[in-house]
């Protein structure tokens, strides 16, 4: 028998656990428009799965594929002229963290053609209000970025900077967390997302903002990383660990988009933009060596202990290094990008665009534009 956890957030629906996927079948509309990466969604059968159930529930549905990793302006723009063609009232983001922050982002263009840049929906300029023609579903199938839950979408620039935007339009209507839709992914894809979800639960912890109820959600998520990450990477078959990994993922999400992140992520956006490192792996290999320059506070330094505490350690630095190594993920940022005289070329530029990531102003410590370089150099080096 299905497991469906149904749950009410904010006029949104949140489902989750085995067997949920047939929430698709109550879906209310006429035409539905799926957002998906590449194909192995295809191949496993689970695109086949969705559009059955949206076929079940009375809707047409097609299928815009190709969204790439760290998603472009170019390709949202793309997907929002697909939609103007088809005009769904559904949109079905179905993938990763980039398939739902493209769908997102085609979501704004679909319902607002006379925008036509990225400046458009960044401040100063006031963020448009969506529904007017499409709800947003999204059906993650990695245990990672949390969009599903999210207010928040990262689109890379034609300069191929990415910018991240936030705004509480953009939460999807209904989220379907269901473990079957992760099993397929591979260990490597595993391990990188899974340490997004803890980048995420660690950094709101530690939040400038951080409050009762994303301090619970958020210790939840830590507890379980690290005692189901490692399980689900040796073991993707056993939909009992992917369901953990989902559930600490969308958790991580809830709190993050209430109280935001930190620095971790501001230098993780910069790498990407620069190196084009994926958005878990930078996280991963960054999150030890910011956990050690934020416990110079002593406020940071208490609460990176409680959460040592909860994955069983003493020295929580210590314990996610630990974690990395089990994962096969490298120790410094030189194993990524091996040429150093290019990495220090533009240390300047890198701090400079950390320093200016709305991630920063929640940090515990926030470092000026050198102290920013400096970090850069110690991650590098390790």
Request: charged residues 20%; hydrophobic residues 45%.
């Amino acid at each position: 028998m299905a497991i469906m956890r149904p749950m009410k957030l904010a006029g949104s629906e949140l489902m989750f656990g085995k067997g949920c996927l047939e929430h698709v079948k109550t879906i209310k509309g006429t035409r539905a428009m799926i957002v998906m990466s590449g194909g192995s969604l295809a191949r496993n059968g689970i695109l086949d799965k969705v559009r059955g159930y949206l076929k079940e529930a009375g809707l047409v549905s097609e299928v815009f594929q190709g969204v790439e990793p760290d998603p472009s302006f170019a390709t949202v723009m793309q997907g929002a002229k697909a939609m103007l063609e088809f005009e769904p009232d559904v949109i079905v983001a179905l993938g990763g963290g980039s398939a739902m922050d493209a769908a997102k982002g085609m979501w704004i263009y679909y319902e607002h053609p006379e925008l036509t840049s990225l400046a458009d929906i960044m401040a100063p300029n006031p963020f448009p209000p969506l529904r007017t023609k499409a709800r947003m579903v999204c059906i993650p199938s990695t245990s990672g970025t949390a969009s599903e839950v999210s207010r928040s979408i990262v689109i890379t620039d034609e300069h191929k900077v990415k910018h991240g935007i936030g705004n509480m339009e953009m939460m999807p209507d209904i989220a379907i967390c269901d473990p079957e839709v992760t099993a397929s992914m591979p260990k490597k894809i595993t391990a990188e997302t899974g340490m997004d979800a803890l980048t995420h639960a660690v950094e709101a912890y530690v939040s400038r903002r951080a409050n009762y109820v994303s301090d619970t959600l958020a210790a939840q998520a830590v507890r379980d990383v690290f005692e189901y990450l490692p399980k689900a990477y040796e073991e993707g078959e056993n939909l009992d660990y992917r369901e953990k990994m989902q559930n600490a993922s969308m958790v991580a999400g809830l709190a993050f988009t209430n109280v935001s992140l930190g620095i971790v992520h501001s230098i993780a956006h910069t790498l990407g933009s620069y190196f084009g490192l994926a958005h878990g792996l930078a996280d991963a290999v960054v999150l030890p060596y910011i956990i050690s320059y934020n416990s110079a506070d002593p406020k940071a330094a208490r609460r990176y202990g409680e959460l040592a505490a909860l994955a069983g350690k003493t020295d929580f630095a210590a314990a996610v290094r630990e974690l990395n190594q089990r994962l096969g993920i490298p120790a410094s940022i030189a194993e990524l990008v091996p040429d150093q005289a290019a990495y220090e070329a533009v240390l300047v530029p890198m701090a400079e665009m950390a320093l200016a990531d709305g991630c920063t102003k929640t940090n515990p410590i926030i470092p000026d534009a050198s102290g920013f370089a400096e970090l850069f150099q110690r991650i590098y080096k390790g």
